[in-house]
């Protein structure tokens, strides 16, 4: 990449089109998974920007990026915001990329005000593009973000594998990331994560600003139902040991039982795997990954085992032997309620009146939270609820309060103002 070429600064607009267009495809919204060409380029970009601007710019051992401002000085607290860069496959441009955005929006003009003496700042600051949030192309998502709260070893996450293989440290270092480059900052005295709903609440309540008080917890399940290959001529359908077969039965069962006794929770099976994936081939391995959120981690419980043994019963039924291969439940985590204080004060000194809310999807602020790092994540409206498809859409007017508010969060906390009024 041309290293000179010029950057727009803290124009959202101008670098959100830019970053937004590496991995586009018309109609088929931005596919950049993790560790992916395509994210290599998104997160060159990302850097050449925030150096441009002043940045220091430095990445750990598993990717994650830090654009630092050390505006207080070496041994001076630290405060982070920011969101991720990769994507779903054929996903919309705002989730996590704005929140990355605005961050680095937010830090330049920050950064300008402290060259010319408007803001004293007592904590430095650093803007994150955390790796592989999505978790579309490696599994377990909230990667990043993870490995640097201590949730996850390093190792660990480097030995993840995708579909092909590959695992991710491996990719990481074909697109230049191979270890870790500068001095990266301490754990920060508070996260601050600015992010697309990804629901219709805050429409609906006809809000733009929404504070999130905590999570839903989730129960995800990767099940396997491992059968043996035949030819799907010849082989007596009695002798027939058919892995699709259970996992078509299981995954009926899966949606009667949550549907009759549970409806209020959220549940999917999203990704099914077959192999060996030919039309003349009984399926010898079938691979599911089921999903269940809600506010009760009993319920969740109670839910899980009921169609964990649905899903043998299928497996009995159809002479396939069952594997579970993943069964983790991620509890509901309440954010670090002193920041909440303070976006919401800022909110309404900013002339935007605050929705408190909890959010069914999970985040890196959810992530950092739950591992002892105070904080806070910020809501700005999703036109019509849309996530995760090329029509995701938040409208200008939303992404300008959002940054508003961030930027106005971030002056605060930098300068020592941790406590609300």
């Keep these: 990449m041309d290293n000179t070429v010029t950057m727009p600064g803290a124009d959202l607009t101008a670098i959100f089109d830019r970053i937004s267009a590496i991995g586009a495809r018309p109609g088929e919204g931005v596919t950049r998974l993790a560790a992916s060409a395509e994210d290599g380029t998104a997160r060159a970009f990302f850097a050449t920007w925030m150096a441009q601007g002043g940045a220091r710019i430095v990445q750990d051992a598993v990717g994650n990026q830090f654009a630092c401002f050390d505006w207080a000085g070496e041994g001076s607290p630290w405060i982070f915001a920011g969101s991720h860069l990769d994507t779903q496959p054929r996903g919309g441009r705002f989730d996590g990329t704005l929140g990355v955005l605005a961050a680095g929006c937010a830090a330049l003009d920050l950064d300008a005000e402290v060259r010319a003496g408007r803001t004293r700042p007592t904590h430095n600051l650093a803007v994150v593009n955390w790796t592989n949030e999505e978790g579309a192309r490696y599994q377990p998502s909230l990667t990043g973000s993870s490995v640097f709260s201590g949730a996850m070893p390093l190792a660990d996450a480097l030995a993840l594998v995708d579909g092909a293989g590959i695992p991710l440290g491996d990719a990481l270092a074909a697109i230049g990331v191979d270890g870790k ?241």
């Excluded at 691979?287 to 506010?295: A, I, M, P, S, Y």
Aim: net charge negative; with cysteine.
């Design 181 to 421: 480059t500068g001095h990266i900052p301490p754990r920060p005295e508070a996260y601050i994560e600015l992010h697309v709903e990804q629901g219709r609440t805050l429409t609906e309540a006809g809000r733009r600003i929404g504070v999130i008080e905590g999570t839903w917890a989730a129960r995800k399940m990767t099940v396997t139902w491992i059968g043996r290959a035949a030819h799907t001529g010849p082989t007596p359908m009695a002798d027939r040991r058919d892995a699709l077969l259970a996992a078509a039965q299981g995954i009926a069962a899966f949606e009667a039982i949550i549907a009759a006794n549970h409806p209020h929770l959220h549940r999917s099976a999203a990704r099914l795997v077959v192999e060996s994936n030919s039309p003349n081939v009984v399926v010898e391995r079938a691979t599911v990954w089921f999903e269940l959120r809600g506010l009760d981690v009993a319920e969740l419980d109670r839910a899980g085992d009921a169609v964990l043994a649905a899903f043998s019963t299928a497996a009995a039924g159809t002479g396939t032997r069952l594997e579970i291969a993943a069964d983790a439940l991620r509890p509901p985590a309440g954010m670090a309620s002193h920041l909440m204080a303070v976006v919401g004060e800022t909110a309404r000194s900013c002339g935007f009146e605050p929705l408190i809310m909890r959010s069914v999807a999970g985040h890196d602020a959810v992530a950092l939270q739950n591992s002892g790092i105070p904080s806070a994540l910020i809501f700005i409206p999703s036109v019509g609820g849309v996530a995760h498809h090329p029509d995701e859409l938040t409208q200008p007017e939303d992404v300008q309060a959002g940054l508003t508010v961030l930027t106005a969060v971030l002056r605060r906390l930098v300068q020592g103002g941790f406590h609300a009024g």
